[in-house]
């Protein structure tokens, strides 16, 4: 069965670093998008990052602009896992990550699955 | 950008009534809308994909319509095992997304 595990969460200081993983499983993850959504505590949820297949495009990515040039997402087919590598964090970057898989059906995009999620706490 | 707005932000209903959300988009994205019910301290779940397709094992009395700005989802008859907040989302054809704010759905 499909699993999506996330792991990398903690606390770190404003301005530090952290990278999270997602440890796939039960599907071929070299042939689905991946995307990372994230949720601060109480408020809803945002999407972070996207990452196509490698064999259509090279792999293009996309970052939302809340964190365009600090966040970057990767993967690493030979080993089923995404990342997420966040730089300078900031305070309201404090939320639980998700990551997803993208499911295509026709024009249609859809997170089919999703992990339980790794908490990034970003605190003085 | 593509703007999202959800209505309304939270609903308080019976069990076994009609429970309705609605979801504007701008500008026009056809159907790349979907719906999601999130449980608390769960992971979100599919539930409505491509404006109006039930998700696989989806219960029959959830359902979505519309196209273009204007959609909507239902719930036929609210059972209590349906609380929990309902998002909307969109793409773009660069798998770019955006939720809506949410509805939090409980029981009256």
């Known amino acids: 069965q499909v699993e999506l595990v996330e792991s990398g969460g903690g606390v770190v200081q404003p301005g530090g670093s952290l990278r999270l993983s997602c440890a796939a499983s039960g599907f071929s993850f070299r042939a689905s998008a991946m995307h990372w959504v994230r949720q601060a505590p109480g408020k809803g949820l945002e999407w972070v990052a996207v990452?196509?297949?490698?064999?259509?495009?090279?792999?293009?990515?996309y970052h939302a602009d809340s964190v365009q040039g600090r966040f970057t997402v990767s993967r690493d087919d030979s080993r089923d896992t995404l990342y997420l590598q966040m730089n300078s964090l900031r305070v309201e970057d404090t939320a639980l990550y998700y990551c997803?898989?993208?499911?295509?059906?026709?024009?249609?995009?859809?997170?089919?699955?999703w992990g339980q999620g790794t908490m990034v706490t970003v605190s003085p | 950008d593509i703007q999202m707005t959800q209505s309304p932000s939270s609903l308080s209903a019976s069990v076994g009534d009609r429970v309705t959300i609605t979801c504007q988009a701008s500008?026009?994205?056809?159907?790349?809308l979907n719906w999601y019910q999130q449980k608390p301290g769960k992971a979100p779940k599919l539930l409505i994909y491509g404006a109006s397709n039930l998700a696989t094992g989806v219960p029959s009395r959830f359902s979505g319509s519309g196209s273009g700005t204007h959609f909507t989802f239902t719930i036929s008859s609210l059972q209590p095992e349906d609380i929990g907040t309902y998002y909307c989302q969109q793409h773009d054809n660069l798998l770019r997304f955006t939720f809506g704010p949410g509805t939090k759905v409980d029981i009256k």
């Open positions: 990452i196509s297949v490698v064999s259509i495009g090279g792999g293009y990515k």
């Open positions: 997803a898989r993208d499911k295509k059906v026709g024009h249609n995009d859809n997170f089919d699955f």
């Open positions: 500008p026009d994205i056809n159907t790349y």
